[in-house]
């Protein structure tokens, strides 16, 4: 069985291995060239046309910069100003609808880490209010005592 495999890849493997027509490579380079070259004549033309472009259009700017510079600015504070106020708008009604879902008990992400924050806060406000309370004792029954 395997020798009947054996056989049959190799026989597979001579079949790929016929050069092919020499007229199908004369086709494959001819198409080629022919994309190459219509690719190449293409940015040549595009480059022509920017360059004329460009001469022509550098007078205009230089004539009518003192209105288009401060225009452009202006448009792009206003867009700037746009869409900061949109993600500001998301932003707070994101939080107002987390907020929303905590007080109603819906437990929102991070509510379990704001609880425990919440806790370890408490916490440490009750230790500073008794350390408060002893040394404010300290205190007193030391100037009793003097």
Sequence with gaps: MADYYGHQHTHHLHHH????????????AATAVTAGGSLLVLSGLTLAGTIIALTVATPLLLI????????????FLLMFGFLASGGFGVAAISVLSWIYRYMTGRHPPGAVQLEHARDKLATKAREMKERAEQ????QISGTQQG
Aim: glycine share 4%; no cysteine; hydrophobic share 40%.
């Design 17 to 28: 291995e016929q050069p092919a027509p020499r007229s199908y490579q004369v086709v494959k």
């Design 64 to 75: 009518f910069s003192p209105v288009l510079v401060p225009a452009t600015i202006t448009i």
């Design 135 to 138: 040394f404010g004792q300290q």
